[in-house]
């Protein structure tokens, strides 16, 4: 079995009256982040952290910002054409652990349709998408609510049979 393993990391600053989105779920706060697409960090960590298990570059090189087609995206649809690749090579999502540093709002109870929207995406059960969330104790950018912050980890693997010992599909 061929295992690689890649990491992502994604930050976005936050603003008054804009719409904030996390892990393909809309969260309700008064602020929402800062970007040229929909602004889903998580999602876009998430797709750095698979393109790198690959050595295939990050998010910028295959959906860059100064492209209109971008503009104002739905991040699930990245994800999605990100996976593409990753399935094109032959290989599939074991797992990912990701973690958001977000101050405000609390998110605890987004995390269980954040795993379920992903897990769709990326055709494994829910299991196999960990999301947890903290804050940074009131520190840095994060602390002052200006901004959220995600870290991505991901493991895939090619040529492997799908049996009741490892089963990576939803069922």
Do not use: W
Not at 39 to 66: K, R, S, V
Not at 67 to 89: A, N, V
Request: proline share 3%; hydrophobic share 40%.
């Amino acid at each position: 079995m061929d295992l690689r393993i890649g990491s992502g990391y994604d930050v976005h600053l936050l603003a008054k009256g804009l719409p904030f989105y996390i892990g393909g779920v809309k969260i309700e706060h008064t602020k929402g982040c800062i970007a040229h697409s929909d602004g889903d960090t998580l999602i876009h960590a998430l797709c750095d952290a698979l393109l790198g298990a690959l050595a295939l570059g990050d998010i910028g090189q295959h959906f860059p910002d100064t492209s209109e087609e971008f503009k104002g995206i739905d991040s699930k649809i990245l994800l999605r054409r990100t996976y593409d690749l990753i399935l094109e090579r032959g290989y599939r999502l074991v797992n990912a652990d990701c973690t958001i540093l977000l101050q405000r709002p609390k998110v605890a109870s987004y995390i269980l349709p954040m795993r379920e929207t992903l897990a769709e995406i990326l055709q494994v059960h829910p299991d196999r998408i960990s999301i947890k969330a903290t804050t940074t104790e009131g520190a840095g950018f994060v602390g002052r609510e200006e901004g959220i912050a995600v870290y991505a980890t991901v493991l895939i693997a090619a040529n492997f049979t799908n049996n009741a010992n490892f089963s990576l599909c939803k069922e």
